[in-house]
């Protein structure tokens, strides 16, 4: 193809080249001439415009094929070490490459004390407090089965079944080790439940970290069907190494579940997991449940990732349940909702903070104070590619601005590079809130509206305007003065424009437009799935018909709306809070809880009884 497109060019260039030097040694030609003349040229440009837009639209399908996320697991080595590699890109790009130091070492601890506790926000007035006998006994299940999914995960297999009670026979499946988006997990037969427990191992692992860190948004939809049919078409987005994950563990565990199911039809299919292995676990049921045999399964996701859109998640209250521990960071934790806390970490003043903590202790602000003298008498020093770095240095300064005079050359040169690079920062940093405000947009009828991140955007355009004419570059008034050098005649729109059609008509290098103008999608919001049910911490003076003293932590229950899980809220236990034991102590206190006022309305009934 490449060879008879070259010759068919060659000769259309050949005819087009004879035609017009035919044109000019005739003269003044016939008026016939000169359209049949136009005519080659135009159908030669049309040509052209259709080819290229034929080899544009089979670049772009390279290109999105190439870019597109795998969709199955990695088959050997070869495309395991290729995915780990997109995978730490990735990652870095969407943590280091966006966060600076300054703002991971001390803007978020700084918003974090200026945020406070917002536990409260979850028992708000969209919440619905649980509370009862029969939610005491769901508890009590749920607890049973996060301790076994703990014991899965953390201990080896043989103090796992000891632990439960289950024999070699009441295994169906068992996959002790993980490999990329290959995690662990067993299938067992609970024959007091009648059902088959799935339970999916976290992020235990390098490799499980890495399947949890392919974080990107692929589509996932779900079909569900009613008596045979398809009464309904769910359309999302979901984690792309969850739902990898998933589909894996589907086309390993259906054959054997079938048969399970049809020789025990009696019994149900349980999934079970925690945080990764939560996410995979609501993905995965959505997959069993477009099986006819396996429509009934059900799912526990403890302490989920943010997993899938809003759509989906939704659509899964009926059969999955999420549980939530106080502050855990993980259920809210997104690419979107990480844009979010890193526009608002930006709008705070930690900086002004910072520079007052350093000024207030002795040895650090004189530090600070002999840095600055350094680097305002040595230039190099100043150079943002040195190593000493101060507080001055985390953010951009445009005090050094004023400090470039046009008279001394090379002083210019040194502080105009560093005035520019440091600015430079502020377009990335600016441009990154602009990306993540328009990420948003969408769901800002659910979530608070930060007229903070506004104001930032406001003060750090005029900043840059104003330090841009600080500057009084001298390469703007060199190009005035080449352009008012010009005398040359300017071809009109008309002439220019065949000029160039010709001329990419003749040769075959046309001008490509840059890719950089094409605008990427705006990454989805991730909720986490079902039903919500949030163990929240409240003091005991705000939790309704508490018994204890005051001062001390209620724990209560709450179904939690959905919306609460678009952003972030920073607390010093949000990873300590994230892990199975933590999760078991909190159900237990509540359980407790539970218990004692079911006690005290029992006592209660009898004094009345007594009384009449």
Not at 20 to 34: F, I, K, P, Q, T
Not at 301 to 322: H, N, V, Y
Request: aromatic fraction near 6%.
């Amino acid at each position: 193809m490449g060879a008879k497109g070259g010759m068919a060019t060659a000769a259309g260039t050949a005819v087009l080249v004879y035609l017009v030097l035919s044109g000019r040694l005739c003269g003044d030609a016939a008026g016939d001439e000169d359209q049949t003349i136009s005519a080659a040229v135009s159908a030669a440009v049309e040509a052209r415009r259709r080819r290229r837009k034929e080899e544009a639209g089979r670049a772009r399908r390279r290109g999105a094929r190439a870019r597109r996320w795998p969709e199955r697991a990695p088959a050997g080595w070869g495309e395991a070490a290729a995915a780990a590699a997109r995978t730490v890109r990735y990652t870095y790009g969407e943590t280091l490459g966006k966060w600076p130091l300054g703002e991971i070492a001390f803007g978020l601890k700084y918003y974090m004390r200026q945020q406070g506790n917002l536990q409260h926000e979850y028992a708000g007035s969209n919440s619905q407090l649980l509370e009862g006998p029969v939610v005491k006994e769901e508890l009590i299940s749920l607890l049973g089965y996060l301790k076994l999914c703990m014991y899965f995960s953390k201990k080896p297999y043989k103090v796992f079944m000891e632990f439960s009670g289950y024999d070699e026979s009441d295994v169906l499946i068992k996959k002790s080790k993980a490999r990329l988006m290959k995690p662990s997990f067993t299938v067992v037969r609970d024959r007091s439940a009648k059902c088959f427990l799935l339970f999916i191992r976290g992020a235990i692992s390098v490799k499980d970290r890495l399947t949890a860190a392919t974080g990107a948004e692929v589509p996932f939809h779900h079909v569900v069907t009613q008596d045979g049919h398809v009464s309904k078409l769910v359309l999302g987005h979901a984690h792309c190494g969850m739902v990898v994950a998933a589909r894996w563990i589907a086309n390993q565990a259906i054959p054997c579940l079938n048969e399970a199911v049809a020789q025990f039809p009696d019994y149900g299919v349980k999934i079970i997991g925690h945080s990764m292995g939560a996410g995979i676990a609501a993905i995965l049921a959505y997959i069993l449940r477009e099986n006819e045999k396996l429509s009934s399964s059900t799912c526990l996701a403890f302490g989920p990732a943010a997993c899938m859109t809003w759509d989906l998640a939704e659509s899964g209250k009926d059969f999955i349940t999420t549980i939530v521990n106080r502050n855990d960071l993980v259920p809210s934790f997104g690419k979107v909702s990480a844009a979010k806390l890193r526009t608002e970490v930006m709008a705070s003043s930690w900086v002004h903070d910072l520079r007052e903590q350093i000024q207030q202790t002795r040895f650090l602000g004189f530090v600070n104070r002999s840095v600055s003298f350094i680097r305002s008498h040595v230039p190099f020093v100043s150079d943002p590619r040195s190593k000493v770095v101060d507080v001055d240095m985390l953010v951009p300064n445009s005090s050094e601005a004023d400090q470039v005079k046009p008279s001394s050359n090379s002083d210019a040169v040194v502080k105009k590079r560093h005035a520019i690079a440091c600015w430079s920062c502020v377009a990335a940093q600016k441009h990154s809130i602009d990306s993540a405000k328009h990420g948003t947009h969408d769901i800002t009828n659910q979530t608070d509206v930060n007229v903070k991140a506004e104001k930032t955007d406001i003060e750090t355009a005029q900043l840059v305007s104003i330090s841009m004419e600080e500057l009084d570059l001298q390469e703007s008034d060199n190009d005035d003065d080449t352009d008012r050098g010009e005398n040359e005649p300017a071809l009109n729109e008309t002439d220019e424009d065949q000029a160039v059609e010709l001329l990419e008509t003749l040769t075959d290098n046309p001008h490509e437009p840059s890719s950089s103008s094409s605008q990427s999608q705006d990454p989805p919001q991730l909720y986490p799935p079902g039903r919500i049910m949030h163990m929240v911490g409240l003091p005991s003076s705000s939790e309704p018909n508490s018994t204890s003293e005051q001062g001390e932590e209620v724990v209560a229950l709450y179904e939690t709306p959905r919306h609460l899980y678009s952003k972030i809220r920073l607390a010093r236990s949000m990873i300590r809070e994230h892990y199975m034991p933590k999760y078991i102590r909190t159900m237990e206190l509540l359980i407790d809880k539970l218990v004692a006022e079911e006690e005290e309305e029992d006592i209660d009934d009898d004094h009345r009884l007594g009384s009449l």
